[in-house]
């Protein structure tokens, strides 16, 4: 089975920090997306990256950068942490596009106070 | 108005009834749709696909409607392990962005 390992599963931060989220898979997939999950909101797109070195913003991208050094490791990024960006913030990967076989991680709950 | 959109319930039926919750998207290129399930504080997990023809797993059986753009899960013989929020999941055409709806909430009661 696909793992989809984040780094931290709560994590409280101050206003103003930067903040980084670690997403690794040990799949070698080539497809990999951050979201954040708000309720009332569902699941947005945040960042996503199809290739190392590759990123694209999704819907939600204000505030955040990613960064993929390596083929399994996704980093999101806040630049300044504000309260409105606490959430649950989920990795996924995918082998191919399509929709099909997307793997999550457990998520990260983050705290920004 | 939202790309997909869900009753977000809860629905509340007893162990063994049958239950039906339904989904309608916005954009007409919508390409591949999905039902995932999450429990709660967990992450979501595909539940599973859904074709036109229609689509059985078991006691899950999966409809869509591409002219009333509307998507249907029915469970059916209800257990308490299947309470969960059932998400409601979208593929745009051209896009490999999967779009998520809300959820809708599922408490099985013995």
């Known amino acids: 089975d696909v793992k989809v390992t984040q780094s931290s599963r709560y994590l409280v931060k101050r206003t103003g920090e930067k903040v980084f989220l670690e997403c690794v898979q040990d799949m070698d997939h080539e497809n990999m997306f951050w979201y954040r999950q708000d309720p009332g909101l569902g699941l947005r797109l945040i960042y996503f990256?199809?290739?190392?070195?590759?990123?694209e913003k999704g819907d939600i991208p204000e505030g955040y950068s990613v960064s993929r050094e390596k083929k399994e490791r996704f980093s999101l990024i806040l630049e300044s942490a504000s309260t409105n960006q606490t959430s649950m913030y989920l990795c996924?990967?995918?082998?191919?596009?399509?929709?099909?076989?997307?793997?999550f991680g457990s998520g990260t709950r983050l705290t920004v106070v | 108005r939202k790309e997909v959109e869900q009753d977000p319930g809860p629905f509340n039926v007893p162990e063994g009834a049958t239950v039906a919750f339904n989904c309608t998207y916005s954009?007409?290129?919508?390409?591949?749709f999905f039902w995932y399930r999450q429990d709660c504080r967990k992450e979501p997990k595909l539940l599973m696909s859904?074709?036109?023809s229609g689509n059985e797993d078991g006691r899950f059986t999966a409809q869509l409607n591409r002219a009333s753009q509307y998507i249907s899960l029915l469970i059916r013989d209800s257990k308490l392990s299947d309470s969960a929020t059932y998400l409601c999941v979208v593929l745009i055409y051209n896009t490999d962005k999967l779009i998520f709806g809300t959820g809708t909430r599922l408490q099985v009661f013995p």
């Open positions: 954009n007409s290129a919508s390409q591949s």
């Open positions: 996924a990967s995918s082998l191919d596009t399509g929709g099909y076989g997307y793997t």
């Open positions: 990256s199809y290739d190392v070195k590759m990123k």
């Open positions: 859904v074709y036109s």
